[in-house]
């Protein structure tokens, strides 16, 4: 996987893929390597920007899905679609189909412009999707199944049977570590995480300036 993006908007700059499994840790590993200067964009934060209130994608979905899906503020009941997406495979790549080339726009304007020596896109469902070839290098945050569980019931207060349900909704851990280039193990404290986040951040400025080199 460590071939050039393919995308006529990614090979202008050196992008590392970020994604993991639900309660892996990404979101904080994302943010550490903010702390270290990298524009960093998580997939899951756009989706949610382009059906915000006012933009005609949320109007659409709204006539396509129903408007008992607006909530009095105006926004999305996205719990409500989550649900009902859920149990409906069909509705789901419907709803797929609006938001995916919005997402996808998006992120190409923002990685036309964002500085940095290279940038991180989070895109949880990189696996799901098939979208390794967007990325010069995929990074897996992974972590025992069972601190995963821990992880899970504790923030969502799930039970065991949502919990399930959950995992089995997404790439399985061992389909994510197949297309990764690097592991990052979350399985201890946050100063521990930190340094294998700067090394890791070391080895991909001299990727991306080697690229850069190469490409000049």
């Not at 008992?68 to 009941?77: E, N, S, T």
Request: glycine share 6%.
């Amino acid at each position: 996987m460590t071939t050039p993006a393919k995308g006529p908007a990614l090979q202008r700059r050196w992008v590392l893929g970020l994604t993991g499994g639900i309660a892996s840790g990404k979101s904080t590993v994302a943010a550490l390597f903010a702390r270290l200067g990298i524009p960093v964009i998580d997939l899951d934060q756009v989706a949610r920007e382009v059906v915000a209130p006012g933009a005609p994608l949320l109007q659409e979905i709204f006539q396509r899905f129903g408007s008992d899906l607006r909530l009095a503020d105006g926004q999305l009941d996205r719990r409500a679609l989550r649900a009902r997406m859920f149990h409906d495979a069909g509705l789901r790549r419907q709803l797929e189909e609006l938001l995916h080339p919005a997402v996808r726009a998006h992120t190409e304007q923002w990685l036309a412009a964002a500085p940095g020596p290279y940038q991180i896109v989070v895109n949880p469902l990189l696996v799901e999707k098939n979208a390794g070839d967007r990325y010069d290098r995929i990074l897996v945050v992974d972590c025992d199944p069972a601190q995963q569980r821990a992880r899970l019931a504790a923030r969502d207060a799930a039970n065991d049977s949502q919990i399930d349900a959950i995992l089995a909704a997404q790439a399985s851990r061992a389909e994510r570590l197949t297309v990764a280039d690097d592991v990052l193990v979350n399985d201890a404290d946050l100063a521990a995480l930190e340094a294998r986040v700067g090394k890791l951040h070391a080895m991909y400025l001299g990727l991306a300036q080697s690229s850069s080199t190469i490409a000049g």
